[in-house]
């Protein structure tokens, strides 16, 4: 990732790390579940499946709610994944060098 990367400057990438790790938790636990499938009751089976789509969800979520401009709000994870190609979503987001809206800099401010 370029240092001129928005996100980098701005001091978002922690939000960006806790929601990826958290999506990964939920993607294990689903995982999980799934390779014990025959020792677990259809109960547990369940629970542990729906817990780790919601932990998922909540990760993607987090990142979708969090990582915005600290000028004009805009959500830069969401127009990444929901504005851009799949294969070119990260490449956008991460290449950012300014808030696609306002066009703000960041100039090494830290926005949390």
């Known amino acids: 990732?370029?240092?001129k990367s928005y996100i980098k400057r701005s001091g978002q990438m922690w939000k960006y790390w806790v929601g990826f790790w958290v999506l990964v938790l939920g993607g294990v636990l689903m995982f999980t579940a799934s390779c014990l499938?025959?020792?677990?009751?259809?109960?547990m089976f369940a629970i542990l499946?729906?817990?780790g789509t919601l932990i998922a969800l909540s990760g993607f979520l987090w990142q979708i709610l969090s990582i915005k401009c600290?000028?004009?709000g805009a959500k830069l994870f969401w127009m990444a994944v929901?504005?851009?190609?799949?294969a070119n979503y990260s490449v956008w987001f991460f290449g950012l060098e300014k808030c696609p809206v306002c066009e703000k800099d960041s100039?090494?401010?830290?926005?949390?």
């Open 1 to 3: 990732m370029s240092d």
């Open 37 to 43: 499938i025959d020792k677990l009751n259809s109960g």
């Open 49 to 51: 499946m729906m817990g």
């Open 70 to 72: 600290p000028k004009c």
């Open 82 to 86: 929901a504005k851009q190609k799949k």
């Open 107 to 112: 100039q090494d401010e830290k926005n949390i």
